[in-house]
């Protein structure tokens, strides 16, 4: 299958700048757990949409290693094939070797892209002012996404789009644009605490995080909702940020290693069960805080990092009060990649939204690939995330469902993107949104054959 790869043409090698190698950011003892079955190569996106096997787990290990042992030279074609990688960690899931493919590729990745002296990576634009000065503040967000709202609450953005305008917009503040979800009354602005509602069960703390801040305002009310539903206590401190894994997924790992102490001083852990996550990426950053840095802090960030649970997996272990709502709606659910494959819970949603009467939840064909989302992949590799989006909705479609369930920001971005672009006739939502509707007899809004 062909697949035009987005610098393919560039020559230059980005020869490190530090002398070092970006190998030795990686315990060697790791690569050594690969055995080169290959058993990983069916699960990978990339794999199976290229055909390339430098395009698949064995393929990258095997190039790193190379790296390590000085057989190889990092250059361009060599670092495409790594960043072309989702870090989705599908490979992790079946990989009959335990391999920690994550803790291959992301120091690795981070260690070429901090050695790189190229002028373009360093001062590039998008990077510096979206991904680190926009993107993990909330408020800076809402306001830059202000004239887009507007657009949409006028028609505007809908008129442009059937006609295929946004698609004009170059690069990756084109594929920005065209992910913005539809506008929706986010709620006010998130209390210090709320209240159990009837005996209390638990106490925890909430993490707001940034772009779900942002856009998913209505699901953390969702959730808080649910979570006192279920006899919790919720403290929402002040001072906390965003995960970091914007900056550590695009090569910033001290701004990251902020971001994470940030956090830390925020959360008062002696007084809380838990630290509540409800988006997938967020959560898996914050339960391998205490993998990424090693300094004095460490302690602190390996605490807070034991007591992050994901909101499905926290639900589960309390034991769901059962939601009473009837909501008879065919009802897919899609495994966020962070949520399935680095947190490895895969059946907590499942047996929560089996508690919904009246819901037909269904299998969804190959849960295990990647949307295409994979944080902001899709702004960078846009070809490869767009081809990952209309398998994923193809095969949301193969299940005759009304609404497909996520839990996570990115993931519900790219499939409502899809949804909206082929006009297809189902919703996307998270699970604390569907289960919240039941708590409170409300039904979901579903579109009528034509996707509206
Ligand atoms: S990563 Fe695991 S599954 Fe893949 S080739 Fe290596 S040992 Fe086999
Ligand atoms: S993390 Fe995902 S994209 Fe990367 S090698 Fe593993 S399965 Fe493939």
């Known amino acids: 299958m062909n697949y035009e790869r987005p610098s393919e043409n560039r020559t230059g090698s980005p020869a490190p700048a530090n002398g070092r190698s970006p190998a030795e950011s990686v315990d ?40 390590a042992d000085g057989r190889l030279d990092v250059d361009r ?77 006028f028609g505007i953005y809908d008129l442009v789009e059937r006609m295929g305008l946004l698609r004009l917009v170059p690069g990756r503040l084109g594929q920005m644009i065209t992910l913005l979800p539809p506008p929706r009354k986010p709620g006010p602005r998130l209390p210090r605490f709320l209240p159990a509602t009837g005996r209390r069960r638990a106490k925890v703390a909430f993490f ?47 701004g990251a290693k902020k971001d994470a102490d940030a956090n830390v001083a925020a959360f008062d852990l002696d007084d809380v069960d838990a630290v509540i996550v409800n988006h997938a990426g967020c959560g898996a950053m914050m339960k391998e805080y205490g993998l990424h840095w090693d300094d004095a802090g460490q302690p602190a960030r390996q605490a807070l990092a034991d007591k992050v649970r994901d909101v499905n997996e926290f639900l589960d272990e309390l034991g769901l009060i059962p939601p009473p709502g009837r909501i008879e709606a065919v009802v897919a659910y899609h495994d966020a990649c962070h949520l399935g494959h680095a947190q490895k819970i895969l059946s907590p949603p499942r047996r929560l939204l089996a508690q919904i009467p009246g819901l037909d939840l269904r299998d969804l064909p190959e849960t295990e690939i990647c949307c295409g989302s994979a944080g902001t992949y899709n702004l960078n590799h846009a070809d490869m995330a767009r081809r990952l989006g209309d398998r994923k909705l193809e095969n949301i479609l193969r299940t005759g469902a009304q609404i497909v369930l996520a839990s996570n920001a990115g993931c519900l971005l790219q499939i409502m993107r899809e949804i909206r672009e082929h006009r297809a006739p189902v919703v996307a939502m998270h699970p604390m949104d569907l289960l919240d509707l039941s708590y409170r007899h409300e039904q979901p809004v579903l579109p009528d054959s034509r996707g509206r």
């Open 208 to 254: 707001v995080g940034c772009v779900a801040e942002a856009m998913f305002r209505h699901t953390h009310w969702a959730t808080l909702r649910v979570l006192q539903a279920n006899g919790c206590d919720i403290t929402i401190p002040d001072g906390q940020g965003c995960c970091g894994a914007i900056r550590y997924h695009a090569g910033d790992s001290p």
């Open 77 to 153: 074609p060599m670092r495409e094939h790594l960043e072309l990688c989702l870090d989705c960690r599908a490979c992790e899931t079946v990989c009959p070797s335990g391999v920690q493919y994550g803790r291959l590729i992301e120091p690795f990745r981070l260690a070429v892209e901090e050695a790189d002296a190229t002028p373009l990576t360093r001062y590039d634009w998008f990077r510096q002012i979206i991904l680190f000065r926009l993107f993990p503040y909330a408020k800076r967000l809402r306001l830059a996404l202000a004239p887009v709202v507007w657009a949409q609450r």
């Open 28 to 67: 060697y003892r790791l690569f050594l757990e690969c055995v080169h079955c290959g058993l990983c190569t069916s699960t990978c996106p990339t794999f199976t949409e290229i055909g390339d096997e430098n395009d698949g787990p064995r393929g990258r290990i095997h190039l790193m290693r190379a790296v």
